[in-house]
């Protein structure tokens, strides 16, 4: 029986499959991510580098000396590799449990292909049984709250994160997410949300699954 460590391990290094020569690669946030950077750093000389999306990942790639660009100074990247907290069979994904939402979103907009690494816990029939994270500007918290407690949910304030760009986050329990992309586009629109946590309109192109059955690859 492998451990969720060993199938994020498992996943982390297959992701490297989908790095081309000479890119430079959008990276993501979170423990499955970390073990990516590890990977990255071992064929670091065949990469010009990274566009990062949060200040946690920019500090590991650049502790390995891997370049970090800033997204403006780049055109294409022809991939962005991050996890998820929960995605679903259509690859609509739940993000945002490391509060670094609204710059993976970002940069996932600009990459051509959303490469998704998630072990097995995190493939879901229906998104919503992890917390929804909503990153808000602080002045409309209360506003913001109120809304989505009209959609249903039951949102609470993380205790103690500020976001990389100075907000806070709502994370929204009790959703049954049955039409990811709708309700990402309703949330989208209440004033004050920075970033929805449902990542739907842009959802993965590929997910690397680690199973106990071993790494599949779902598209
Ligand atoms: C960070 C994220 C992460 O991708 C998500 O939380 C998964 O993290 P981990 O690989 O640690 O399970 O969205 O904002």
């Known amino acids: 029986m492998l451990t969720q460590d060993q199938l994020k391990l498992a996943v982390a290094k297959k992701a ?3 790095v081309p020569d000479d890119s430079i690669v959008g990276v993501g946030t979170g423990s499955t991510v970390n073990l990516f950077i590890e990977e ?29 660009f ?5 055109d294409a ?13 259509h690859l609509h994904m739940i993000k945002g449990g490391g509060a670094a939402l609204t710059r993976e979103k970002i940069v996932a907009s600009v990459a051509e292909q959303f490469i998704c690494i998630a072990d097995e816990t995190k493939y879901v029939a229906m998104l919503g049984g ?7 500007i602080p002045m409309a918290r209360s506003y913001v709250a109120r809304e989505l407690v009209k959609l249903g949910g039951h949102p609470e304030l993380r205790q103690g994160v ?6 806070v986050i709502l994370d929204v329990h009790g959703l049954k997410i049955q039409k990811p992309v709708e309700l990402e586009e309703i949330i989208n629109h209440l004033a004050g ?22 790494v599949e690859e779902i598209r």
């Not at 920019?58 to 000396?65: M, Q, V």
């Not at 992890?130 to 808000?136: G, R, S, W």
């Not at 500020?162 to 907000?167: E, I, R, S, W, Y």
Request: charged share 20%; with cysteine; glycine share 8%.
């Open 162 to 167: 500020t976001t990389d760009n100075g907000n």
């Open 77 to 89: 990247l022809p991939v962005y590799i991050d996890g998820a907290d929960e995605i679903n069979h």
């Open 130 to 136: 992890f917390p929804l994270p909503i990153e808000v």
């Open 70 to 74: 800033d997204l403006n100074e780049v």
């Open 16 to 18: 490297i499959e989908f």
């Open 193 to 214: 949300v920075v970033t929805c946590g449902l990542f739907a309109r842009r959802r993965a192109d590929v997910l690397v699954l680690g199973r106990q059955s071993g």
């Open 40 to 68: 990255l750093a071992a064929i670091k000389g065949r990469i010009r580098g990274a566009v990062s999306s949060s200040d946690a990942s920019t500090a590991r790639l650049k502790a390995h000396h891997i370049p970090v």
